[in-house]
């Protein structure tokens, strides 16, 4: 998969001294990238995914991206695909590069990859308190399609997972 650079304008003094907006650009995820994305996973979850859980994505052939700003990984995504479904397993991004587009631009970068392959219908899961990933979803046309009862752990139980869906033809 080729990179895909997305310049993603920031007023809000992320920019470099020049002024100039911040690249954020969408590539490949290899074996070499693991620790990288395994320190944002441990730094942005309670019950993070392990290198292994990674590690296996790769193997298993699953679209596996990193989002680079300044050649510095910040976020990742990763999804399966099979029967004209694909399933968004995994987005995040490291706390110092949210609330600038990053997010989106990686759920895009997947969707339009589904897309590519002729894949007709996203489905991910989100945390029932992840009201800021929620929003970002049904931005990009998603609706809720289900719950799924105690599927996250949390502390001192567990969580329901919302289920989302889109058509992605």
Avoid at 33 to 46: C, K, L, M, P
Avoid at 56 to 64: N, P, S
Avoid at 108 to 127: C, H, M, P, S
Wanted: include cysteine; hydrophobic fraction near 35%.
């Amino acid at each position: 998969m080729a990179a895909n650079p997305r310049d993603i304008g920031r007023g809000d003094g992320h920019g470099d001294s020049s002024g100039a907006p911040d690249v954020f650009e969408i590539r490949a995820m290899t074996l070499e990238d693991i620790d990288d994305v395994t320190r944002i996973e441990r730094e942005s979850y309670e019950f993070p995914w392990t290198p292994g859980i990674f590690r296996d994505c790769l193997r298993a052939g699953y679209l596996c991206t990193v989002g680079t700003s300044d050649g510095k990984i910040c976020g990742y995504g990763l999804m399966s695909f099979g029967a004209g479904e694909c399933h968004i397993l995994n987005l995040c991004v490291a706390a110092e590069a949210r609330r600038h587009g990053n997010a989106s631009a990686l759920l895009d970068n997947l969707i339009n990859e589904a897309r590519k392959i002729g894949i007709q219908t996203a489905f991910l899961e989100v945390r029932e308190s992840n009201q800021g990933a929620q929003v970002l979803y049904e931005d990009f046309g998603f609706c809720e399609t289900g719950v799924r009862p105690g599927y996250y752990p949390h502390r001192g139980g567990k969580e329901d997972a919302l289920i989302f869906s889109m058509n992605i033809i």
